[in-house]
């Protein structure tokens, strides 16, 4: 049995080792066989291509017999196994994945994979084109290593010959495509395999299925092609994201892509409910700032900003609210959605300077026991909208008036 691919590859680069691969030289249904005699669970769904999984400590362990693919496309191949490493080797995508480790220590290279790990140089096994139309899952997983292995010289050949072929892209399964996009964000330079997929072409057709026509297709790729906002939330934003519930592709993508491309992206990536109602709080919060606000936002002073920050978070987790009763229902908009909207509709240079994931709301001094004793109202949503309105009075004076004060307003406008 030998250790092979990513475990290998990130022990040479220092980097932390989550997912362990081995390869083994026996019939994988023997293996099978042997292991269903003890209490560990395996997984089958693979086994056609010579693959089990097997599960320990709820940690999934990934089992391959050496194995020689005669006939691949996309991802299926009609296999035969194998004795020798060379072969299994021949098969796989880059070099620095095709690395062995027996369980004495030693190393099999046959490809200098070591080499390119050392130079910082990602290469094919063999010829590039065929690797990727044998996997098409292969030109995104070159992206993503191109963030570890970032070579400058990018065959032009390879990329006008690889162009013809993206459209084959939309084979991939929903579920591959979203967990190699998962891995591409996890990785630390990740914007460097953004612009790859940018220089590629590959971001026009990610995210369409096999199941959209091609005259459906718009075919437009990413909308920016500075990532520092993302850089900026990933890095700085992490509390803020764990609090959203929404993992870091949902998030990102209304940044890479047009809002009326997110559609699209929830069927292909198969997010949840939860992200597309987000989506649906982004489209909303567009309106709140004219051209002309933002420039006169630009103008104003640093304390000032972060006054019109707080009123616009309010206007966010409030006004929306209650203008869309249908689409919320009794759900209150996160304060942490309120933030990330931020970053699509104002500067970012603006935001990043007052250090706006930091900022948090005021709480009003006014509230629901106050209604109750300045009124007789005792419906539920009553008594809501008039709490909206009194924090609004608090809101439209920045935030400064006393209770008192707030009080005084209430007895005037709705005693």
């Known amino acids: 049995m030998w250790i092979v691919g ?15 691969d081995f390869a083994i030289n ?25 693959t089990v999984s097997l599960i320990l400590n709820n940690k999934e362990y990934q089992i391959t017999s050496l194995r020689n693919d005669l006939v691949s ?88 010959n690889i162009l013809v072929k993206l459209d084959n892209i939309n084979l991939l399964s929903n579920k591959r495509m979203k967990d190699e996009l998962t891995k591409i964000l ?14 590629l072409s590959l971001d026009k057709y990610i995210l369409y299925s096999k199941n959209i026509q091609k005259n459906e297709r718009e075919n437009k790729g990413f909308k920016i092609k500075n990532f520092k906002i993302l850089k900026y939330l990933k890095f700085f934003g992490s509390d803020v994201i764990d609090d959203s519930k929404l993992d870091l592709l949902s998030i990102f993508i209304p940044h890479l892509y047009d809002f009326n491309q997110l ?17 649906n709080f982004l489209k909303q919060i567009k309106s709140i700032y004219s051209p002309i606000d933002v420039k006169n936002f630009k103008d104003i002073t640093n304390q000032s900003k972060k006054i019109e920050i707080i009123k616009t ?33 104002l500067p970012y240079e603006d935001l990043k300077k007052i250090n706006v994931l930091d900022i ?32 609004q009075y608090w809101v439209n004076n920045n935030f400064s008036s006393s209770l008192y004060e707030i009080q005084n307003f209430f007895k005037i406008n709705f005693k």
């Open 26 to 50: 026996i019939d994988i249904n023997v293996f099978i066989k042997s292991i269903n005699k003890t209490q560990i669970k395996v997984i089958t769904r693979n086994v056609d291509y010579g």
């Open 263 to 279: 559609q699209a992206a929830y069927l292909r990536l198969e997010f949840s409910k939860k992200t597309m109602k987000y989506y």
């Open 73 to 160: 496309y996309g991802r299926q191949a009609f296999i035969e196994q194998t004795d020798k490493i060379e072969l299994d080797a021949s098969r796989r995508d880059f070099t620095v994945n095709a690395i062995y480790l027996d369980s004495l220590g030693n190393l099999f290279d046959p490809f200098n994979g070591i080499d390119d790990i050392k130079n910082r140089k990602l290469r094919f096994i063999g010829d590039p084109i065929k690797r990727c139309e044998e996997d098409y899952l292969r030109v995104i997983r070159f992206c993503r290593f191109y963030s570890l292995f970032p070579n400058k010289k990018i065959s032009n050949i390879f990329i006008k």
């Open 360 to 391: 948090h709301l005021p709480k009003c001094p006014f509230n629901r026991n106050h209604i109750l004793q300045l009124s007789k109202v005792s419906d539920y949503n009553e008594i809501k909208l008039l709490l909206f309105k009194a924090e």
């Open 313 to 345: 978070l309010w206007k966010m987790k409030n006004r929306i609210f209650f203008l869309n009763k249908s689409i919320y229902r009794n759900e209150r908009i996160p304060i942490s959605w309120c933030k990330l909207g931020l970053f699509h509709i």
């Open 186 to 199: 996890n990785n630390k330079n990740f914007e460097l395999s953004l612009s790859m997929m940018q220089r």
């Open 6 to 20: 990513g475990a290998i590859r990130d022990y040479f680069l220092k980097k932390e080792i989550k997912d362990i």
